[in-house]
């Protein structure tokens, strides 16, 4: 399903985080859907924000540089708006480890603040939550949907699912229009390729376009499942204008399932550059390793009618052929 052409048309939307990846190229679909946009973001290098992502568009948004921790700006902020893609966060597990405190901090009262901002000032916006699939840990079944049990690996997924919940719980108690998606492996254009903190996979497509080896651990059968950037803003843009998302928790999804290995050999293939070797686990990696883990998308299919239709090496062409572009923007 398309979002309607005139759904944002006028619409005053801020966006969180919205200097990084996903969040700048909602920017850009908003921008050419007529929307009123406010990107607000902290910059914070290791994060992933990055003013290169809106250059194309930096006379037709605002931008806010600011914290969501900031209580006091936020209430500001969200007076007057209509729609909130919270897509703020700290989402380096690693980091959630090694600092957990931080990500307690970024992934827990960052939502919160929100979240009162909106109860105090602006009860009438509609607020779409940016969560992840990692949630559910190690899966008990496969495709995994929303009724899996959550048993998150890290810190970081222990908070996200916690800001889920605050969400859902602002929904149903004070009756502000929340809706959550729990997004699986995305990428595209304009993703943090400074270093594999955050993505394994934008590290791979940097060490491709640079020629280099990519180390692949174990036989490289584990299967994931990717969403190319553009079906990931679609979900945001859907879950937005459609009340049948109101207080809803959707799971995004791929295509099919990938393994690693068809994986990398696709994106050696689409760069023509590259190579791989397979090497074993290291012990502390093997000690949190999922397996295989990929989600249905069955309800939000027949809930908002979205569906991914971005294949694998379409979206990876995309991407390489981005990279090689702007590569002095992101390396």
Request: charged fraction near 20%.
């Amino acid at each position: 399903m398309t979002v309607p052409a005139d759904a944002f048309s006028g619409k005053r939307c801020l966006i969180t985080g919205g200097l990084g990846f996903i969040g700048s190229n909602l920017a850009h679909q908003l921008v050419e859907l007529g929307a009123e946009v406010l990107i607000v973001d902290s910059l914070v290098p290791e994060y992933g924000g990055n003013l290169a992502n809106i250059a194309d568009i930096k006379d037709h948004v605002q931008v806010n540089i600011a914290d969501v921790r900031d209580q006091h700006s936020m209430q500001y902020l969200v007076q007057g708006q209509h729609y909130l893609f919270n897509l703020a966060g700290q989402v380096s597990h690693i980091d959630s480890m090694e600092n957990p405190f931080n990500d307690l901090d970024i992934n827990c009262r960052a939502q919160l603040s929100i979240l009162e901002a909106c109860r105090r000032h602006n009860r009438d916006i509609k607020l779409i939550f940016a969560s992840t699939r990692q949630i559910y840990g190690k899966p008990e079944y496969l495709p995994v949907d929303e009724r899996h049990p959550l048993q998150p690996v890290d810190v970081n997924g222990i908070n996200k699912m916690a800001g889920e919940w605050y969400h859902i719980l602002y929904n149903n108690v004070y009756g502000i229009r929340t809706c959550v998606l729990r997004l699986t492996n995305t990428y595209g254009p304009r993703m943090l390729v400074r270093h594999a903190r955050q993505t394994a996979l934008g590290w791979f497509i940097r060490q491709v376009i640079d020629n280099e080896t990519i180390s692949l651990y174990g036989t490289g059968e584990q299967l994931r499942d990717y969403n190319y950037v553009d079906d990931a803003v679609r979900a945001l843009l859907l879950a937005a204008v459609d009340s049948n998302a109101d207080g809803q928790i959707f799971n995004l999804g791929g295509r099919q399932p990938v393994s690693h290995l068809e994986l990398i050999k696709t994106l050696i293939e689409v760069a023509d550059t590259g190579a791989y070797k397979l090497v074993p686990f290291p012990s502390d990696k093997a000690r949190i390793d999922i397996g295989s883990v990929y989600s249905s998308y069955s309800r939000i299919q027949t809930s908002l009618g979205w569906e991914p239709t971005i294949d694998l090496h379409d979206g990876l062409q995309r991407t390489v052929d981005f990279y090689r572009k702007h590569k002095a923007q992101y390396w």
